[in-house]
């Protein structure tokens, strides 16, 4: 695996906590994704690439030149609180998010 997939794959397991997971989120078979990781995302085919890079926000050309360059102004932020991602429910999760929410409006 070349250094520009390892961190891509780095990247899918920190915020979906697996491949398979992210596979499932971009209804893409699992097989499919890991042998993108393990042949190159050069060696890919376009629709597959552009699902990948969509989903986790990154800038598709920057790809072709062996960059991971996020789009849009700002990277994305990583919760600092780990789980393994099936832990918590959505519903669970979506109340985390609530609260976070309500802490950052006790700011003002």
């Known amino acids: 695996m070349q250094e520009l997939e390892a961190n891509i794959k780095s990247l899918i397991i920190e915020r979906y906590g697996s491949l398979k997971k992210f596979s499932e989120t971009i209804n893409m078979p699992w097989t499919t994704l890991d042998s993108i990781l393990k042949r190159g995302m050069a060696n890919s085919n376009i629709t597959n690439v552009l699902k990948i890079t969509r989903e986790l926000g990154l800038d598709a050309e920057k790809i072709v030149d062996g960059e991971i ?29 609530q609260f976070a929410e309500f802490v950052k409006n006790k700011r003002k």
């Open 69 to 97: 360059v996020f789009s849009g102004e700002q990277e994305p932020t990583t919760i600092a609180a780990h789980f393994d991602g099936s832990e918590y429910t959505e519903d669970e999760l979506d109340e985390i998010r």
